[in-house]
Antibody
Framework: QVQLKESGPGLVQPSQTLSLTCTVS????????VHWVRQPPGKGLEWMGR???????SYNSALKSRLSISRDTSKNQVFLKMNSLQTDDTGTYYC???????????WGQGVMVTVSS | DIQMTQSPASLSASPEEIVTITCQAS??????LAWYQQKPGKSPQLLIY???SLADGIPSRFSGSRSGTQYSLKISRLQVEDTGIYYC?????????FGGGTKLELK
């Protein structure tokens, strides 16, 4: 069955770099797009960026200067790196699959990231 | 970017009532709209896609409609398990944008 699972550090210091991994199973990264979405505590959902099935990427313009998404298809993993973290980057980070109808059908459980010294 | 204005921000209703949540798009997005339900501590779950199509496994008491650039999610015969936060999402153009959310509580 389709599964996505985020992993990464729960605590990051301000100005440091966040590195997250989304490990997928049940589908191929060369057939489906995978997106990253984040959610500050008690707030709404924000789209961050996308890894397309062909390796192309796109980013939220508000984050583009700090954000990088990559992948390793042999390991079924999509990576997120974001630098210069600040306290307002605190939140839950999700990876989600884009289905053939272009909606987000499967989501990971999310990983909570706290930016604090 | 396309703005999705969702209302109300919160509502409280009784079991078996009918509730409606709306999203207003800042421009034409056709039927490129989805609705999600998020329960506390959980990831969002797809309810409705393409404005009116019910996602797999979702009860038929959930329905979506469109009038121009206004989209509605209707929940008929509200159940206790429908408590949560509901979000709309537009997929007409990049970047994908979400509505601000509607918190639904049961009385």
């Amino acid at each position: 069955q389709v599964q996505l699972k985020e992993s990464g550090p729960g605590l990051v210091q301000p100005s440091q770099t966040l590195s997250l991994t989304c490990t997928v199973s049940g589908f191929s990264l060369t057939s489906y797009n995978v997106h990253w979405v984040r959610q500050p505590p008690g707030k709404g959902l924000e789209w961050m960026g996308r890894m397309r099935y062909n390796g192309d990427t796109s980013y939220n313009s508000a984050l583009k200067s700090r954000l990088s998404i990559s992948r390793d298809t042999s390991k079924n993993q999509v990576f997120l790196k974001m630098n210069s973290l600040q306290t307002d980057d605190t939140g839950t980070y999700y990876c989600t699959r884009e289905d053939t109808r272009h909606y987000f059908d499967y989501w990971g459980q999310g990983v909570m990231v706290t930016v604090s010294s | 970017d396309i703005q999705m204005t969702q209302s109300p921000a919160s509502l409280s209703a009784s079991p078996e009532e009918i509730v409606t949540i709306t999203c207003q798009a800042s421009q034409d997005i056709g039927n490129w709209l989805a609705w999600y339900q998020q329960k506390p501590g959980k990831s969002p779950q797809l309810l409705i896609y393409s404005a009116t199509s019910l996602a797999d496994g979702i009860p038929s008491r959930f329905s979506g409609s469109r009038s121009g650039t206004q989209y509605s999610l209707k929940i008929s015969r509200l159940q206790v398990e429908d408590t949560g936060i509901y979000y709309c999402l537009q997929r007409y153009s990049n970047p994908p944008t979400f509505g601000g959310g509607t918190k639904l509580e049961l009385k």
